[in-house]
């Protein structure tokens, strides 16, 4: 069981908007940290099992929006069970950066490895991989990439399932069910959109997705 400390200095972390879509939570934990009681009586719904037919959508601003070396870019995530017709949030979402060499093939280096189970019961500010709910209402997956000292070039984004038990003494033991990735967002790889400058590719039976984005030198301004 968790520390009330522990507890109370999670809620509320996630939560700076209200939840305006239903969601499948399969280790049933709320973005608070806390267990979800299931809700299929009154909008916005609550489910707590499996989510077996998961669709993964990058933002847009990745995929159609060139940043130059120094930028700030905001990397979100949603995903979406199209059987259930409701977000998912799983304490199994990982998400990594790494470097890649001109032919976009990777280096070794990763600049960040997180996922979220890894902030949940942490006490205080985290770096951590996180969920959070936006001034839509909507359910993302959320990280700040700080750019600056970086090499211009291309680096992968990569977001994929893995069942891992936090490394916080104070969290609970994750009771995992399936989320199972099978389909990207039409729109996340259709031209029509726009010039795509973040190119994204699959690996749906490994549950794992990841896009490549060349980040262009900076003209004007700290690097």
């Known amino acids: 069981m968790l520390a009330l400390a522990s507890l109370q200095a999670t809620a509320g972390k996630a939560m700076a908007y209200t939840l305006g879509e239903s969601v499948v939570y399969p280790e049933g934990i709320g973005l608070d940290g806390l267990p979800v009681t299931a809700n299929t009586v009154s909008f ?10 998961v669709q993964v959508d990058w933002s847009d601003d990745l995929i159609f ?13 949603i995903l979406h069970d199209l059987t259930i017709g409701a977000a998912v949030y ?3 979402a990982h998400f990594m950066i790494e470097v890649l060499d001109a032919n ?6 990763y600049l960040y490895d997180s996922y ?3 902030g949940l019961w942490v006490d205080g500010t985290t770096t951590a991989y996180s969920a959070e709910v ?8 959320g990280y700040n990439w700080e750019t600056r000292g970086l090499k211009a070039g291309w680096y992968r984004l990569t977001f994929w399932i ?14 995992f069910t399936d989320v199972d990735l099978t389909s990207g967002a039409p729109g996340d790889t259709d031209p029509s959109a726009g010039t795509i400058y973040g190119f994204v590719s699959y690996d749906l039976p490994g549950d794992k997705v ?14």
């Open 65 to 77: 929006h060139q940043f130059p070396v120094g930028q700030k870019v905001r990397t979100e995530v």
């Open 134 to 141: 936006n001034e839509m209402g909507n359910l993302l997956y």
């Open 116 to 118: 979220i189970a890894a």
């Open 162 to 175: 893995e069942n891992e038990q936090s490394g916080n003494p104070a969290a609970p033991v994750i009771q």
């Open 90 to 92: 799983t304490m199994s």
């Open 44 to 53: 916005p719904y609550s489910f707590a099992g499996s989510a077996m037919n």
């Open 104 to 109: 976009r093939i990777p280096t070794g280096v």
């Open 210 to 223: 990841w896009l490549d984005i060349n980040l262009i030198p900076k003209t004007s301004g700290r690097k």
